[in-house]
């Protein structure tokens, strides 16, 4: 596959989201958020290009890197075109003296690189990767550290809004003590996605409340997913990102997985930390 023929892909990935909500139809947008949460640091291209070849991947790497997991690829299977960078030197000259130079990487454009998903792979069986428990019992402490660390103040309380179960002003958030544990996860990311999204950027001033809601739930979805967490926000209507033009809900789509991949990595990042913590303080 040619970069233009994969930019191709990426478009009519694109047009086929905003037909299907146009449509009235989210099912087709949920499942690209599946693929979001599968794939968190992938590009917003990327998982898009994932999620139009091979829906059901789960697992992706290269055909070298599958091989250092004691895995070969099948043979006659197709691998998953992605965007992968191409990186470069450049020298630039020091303007007071033109004898000294300073090498540095730069980007300078992008090739298309395969991928394949773990089903079409044969081997040794890969190593027992740490995954999500699907207790949000498990993440939620993290979450709160990683929400207070970023600056907002979060506060379980009244809300002061009937039905409300959380608020998000600028620079604070507040839960509802009297939800679930699963049920707090998702309403706290929901209410971070807002305070990264709309409170510490202009989009609060050029999207309408209903897109601002909508797009603070599909990461909500797609942060439970990513954790393996059943939550409520499953049933949101992602109809509402339909508005009129495929460049406003790319605009969406890629603010939402921007958030979402920073708080599952941030997330993710303080498990480890914790983990590490743990086993130091076990082997002293």
């Not at 792979?121 to 498990?138: I, K, M, R």
Request: proline share 4%.
């Amino acid at each position: 596959m040619k970069t233009e023929e994969a930019m191709k892909l990426v478009e009519e990935g694109i047009a086929a989201l905003n037909d299907a909500l146009r449509g009235g139809h989210s099912e087709t947008l949920t499942r690209f958020l599946e693929t979001l949460a599968r794939f968190p640091s992938y590009s917003f291209n990327n998982a898009l290009l994932i999620a139009m070849q091979r829906p059901d991947a789960t697992r992706v790497a290269g055909f070298h890197a599958w091989k250092k997991f004691g895995r070969a690829v099948k043979k006659g299977e197709h691998g998953i075109a992605i965007f992968a960078p191409m990186i470069g030197r450049r020298k630039d000259q020091d303007a007071r003296d033109q004898s000294t130079s300073d090498e540095k990487s730069a980007l300078f454009g992008f090739r298309i690189a395969y991928v394949f998903d773990v089903e079409q792979t044969a081997g040794d069986p890969l190593p027992d990767f740490a995954q999500v428990s699907g207790d949000a019992t498990v993440w939620l402490p993290l979450l709160e550290d990683a929400v207070r660390e970023a600056g907002v103040v979060l506060e379980y309380g009244p809300i002061g809004f009937p039905g409300a179960k959380g608020m998000s002003t600028p620079g604070a958030i507040t839960i509802s003590p009297s939800l679930t544990n699963t049920e707090k996860f998702a309403v706290l990311i929901h209410e971070f996605a807002h305070e990264l999204l709309h409170q510490r950027t202009d989009r609060r001033s050029s999207t309408t409340k209903r897109t601002r809601e909508t797009e603070a739930e599909a990461v909500a979805y797609t942060v439970c997913r990513a954790f393996g967490i059943d939550s409520t926000t499953h049933s949101s209507d992602y109809i509402q990102l339909y508005q009129g033009t495929e460049e406003t809900l790319r605009e969406s789509l890629a603010f939402v997985q921007q958030t979402a991949t920073h708080i599952i990595q941030t997330v993710r990042s303080r498990c480890v930390t914790a983990t590490e913590a743990t086993t130091s303080a076990l082997a002293a």
